[in-house]
């Protein structure tokens, strides 16, 4: 497995967890970081046992957007390719289901990257800000046209001109986030939806996935026609029979992925 100076990837069992790990800047992402993360992200992209990745941060931090004292001293760093910027277009789009674990500041390109995730949770503690405007940025990482899916297109722009920092209350108020969680238990509820989801079936959870990406491009009869194909391969597999047999029974159903 790749070793990394400023993130760590970790996966077993179908689940990966991707931890930004500059604790000691509060995560503040360097060109480093990106080109890292965009690494790991591509690697998880192409793993097809990977049911669901984590996206968090080390420390009390998730990301505050980019090391602002980094960037501004004489700090050596590497150049970014383009592709480099694509790694909310990675979280957004690879089979796997991911999820931001925001547990603690998280603003402009980090924002970027936890609305790239299928479903963002948070620290009680957690604040958020789209903060480019209040460095002379237009913004990058995706986040207007993540945003303004998620929370809807009148409050993305609000909360993009007017960038103030806003809770996890208010996230979660707004759609923002799906659940908010006691910092103290947070990882153990962030481990309890994961476990969640692993235990679905493979084919599904990923065919779910597939699914929401392909609604965001087609006419709703286009899609239809697809989700049909999809839903009479997927009856006939042994996952389904299975899934019946315990609901049946009253058991956990143990998926093969056949």
């Known amino acids: ?75 050596g760093d590497i150049a970014l390719a383009p592709e480099d910027y694509f790694v909310a277009v990675l979280l957004h789009e690879m089979p796997a289901v991911t999820i931001a674990a925001v547990n603690g500041s998280c603003a402009g390109a980090g924002l970027g990257w936890a609305c790239g995730c299928d479903v963002r949770v948070a620290t009680r503690s957690a604040m958020f800000n789209t903060a480019f405007l209040n460095v002379a940025f237009a913004g990058d990482m995706g986040l207007p046209w993540s945003l303004s899916r998620i929370i809807g297109a009148a409050r993305a722009r609000d909360l993009s001109f007017f960038p103030e920092k806003f ?32 235990a679905r079936s493979p084919v599904a959870l990923r065919t779910l996935k597939a699914h929401y990406l392909a609604a965001e491009r087609m006419t709703m009869k286009d899609f239809v026609a697809i989700e049909t194909e999809h839903h009479q391969r997927i009856g006939r597999m ?18 093969t992925g056949r």
Not at 18 to 25: A, V
Not at 181 to 193: H, K, L
Not at 238 to 255: G, M, N
Request: proline share 2%.
């Open 167 to 198: 809770t996890a209350a208010r996230a979660e108020e707004i759609g923002l986030v799906a659940h908010v969680w006691e910092d103290d238990c947070f990882r153990e509820r962030v481990a309890s939806m994961v476990a969640s989801l692993a």
């Open 238 to 255: 042994e996952d389904v029979q299975e899934a019946f047999r315990a609901f049946l029974e009253k058991r956990a159903p143990r998926f």
């Open 1 to 75: 497995m790749a070793t990394y100076r400023t993130i760590l990837y970790e996966a077993r069992e179908g689940v990966a967890t991707l931890t930004l790990n500059r604790p000691e800047q509060r995560n503040g992402m360097t060109n480093v970081m990106i080109r890292e993360t965009r690494e790991a992200l591509t690697a998880a992209a192409s793993d097809s046992k990977l049911r669901v990745l984590v996206l968090t941060g080390a420390g009390k931090s998730f990301c505050p957007g980019a090391d602002l004292n980094h960037y501004t001293s004489d700090e």
